[in-house]
């Protein structure tokens, strides 16, 4: 409830690089609510607030606060780097933690620096990382990269990327997502253009949105470490031009490991508001 008693919630609206967020602060909520239902009903654009999903900041006995993420469709999602930045930025804002903080989540702790406008995150060690391999998309063999950046994301390399029609990166995105080598998690899809050592160009398929976004934070590193790693895109740091903005992408490699993963970027506060429960 909010201040006058009213069945109501306050929450804040914010954008990584046109990837956005509702965010709520649930450290003093003593009730349980459906956040996953909240979540399928407020990022409706159009009928609603409207965003890529939701984040829950909750207490936490290991780290500044617990985040919890939220996709549109109600799924609860392990990471999303651009929900991170946007909850740096509003926790330093909100003064829940400093300008240097730790948060949980279901994907491990993540540290972040906020400085003005601009969030650096600390993701953890990527796991399952898999050389050049090839699925079957409609009859078609297509080469494929894999590496789970604190969610799946399947690496797509190609040319001409932004020329892309929206149509095709939906269809292409949807059955690589829902391809069976897959099953049953799915997987995010990213179609990568190395244009030059040391920057690349990004559109991502995002699962749980189900729909092409503007920006997508563990995508960007996804395709950064691949592209360094296994396509020869240069060292890092690397520079991910998506529809949305860029982002830069650092790291280390350690033998056939990544390691001290950094996202950084811009992020923006669009407004505040309060909605009925």
């Known amino acids: 409830m909010n201040e006058s008693g009213d069945r109501s919630i306050n929450f804040s609206k914010m954008s990584g ?110 796991s399952s990382v898999k050389d050049e391999g090839f699925l079957d998309i409609d009859g078609t063999s297509r080469s494929f990269y894999f590496i789970n950046s604190g969610v799946p994301h399947t690496i797509l390399f190609g040319e001409r990327i932004a020329e892309m029609p929206a149509d095709e990166v939906a269809r292409m995105g949807r059955a690589v997502r829902l391809h069976p080598a897959f099953a049953p998690e799915g997987t995010n899809v990213d179609f990568v253009e190395i244009l030059e050592p040391g920057r690349i160009r990004v559109r991502t398929y995002e699962r749980g949105v189900e729909e092409e976004t503007l920006a997508c934070g563990t995508g960007a590193v996804a395709s950064a470490i691949i592209s360094s790693g296994f396509r020869g895109a240069g060292d890092p740091p690397i520079r991910v031009e998506m529809p949305g903005g860029t982002l830069t992408v650092d790291f280390t490699k350690r033998g056939d490991s990544f390691e001290d993963v950094w996202l950084k970027g811009a992020v923006v506060f669009v407004y505040e508001g309060t909605i009925p429960l």
């Not at 956040?35 to 159009?46: D, L, P, Q, Y």
């Not at 909750?58 to 996709?71: L, Q, T, W």
Request: with cysteine; glycine share 10%.
């Open 17 to 126: 690089h046109g990837n956005d967020f509702i965010i709520i602060d649930a450290r003093d909520r003593h009730t349980t609510e459906d956040w996953s239902e909240r979540a399928r009903v407020w990022c409706r654009r159009r009928t609603s607030i409207g965003a890529d999903g939701i984040l829950i900041i909750e207490p936490s006995s290991d780290a500044d606060f617990r985040m919890r993420i939220f996709n549109a469709d109600g799924s609860e999602a392990e990471m999303c780097g651009n929900g991170v930045r946007c909850m740096a930025a509003f926790a330093a804002r909100e003064g829940i933690a400093g300008s240097r903080m730790v948060m949980e989540t279901i994907a491990g702790p993540i540290g972040a620096s906020v400085q003005d406008d601009v969030v650096a995150i600390q993701l953890t060690n990527p």
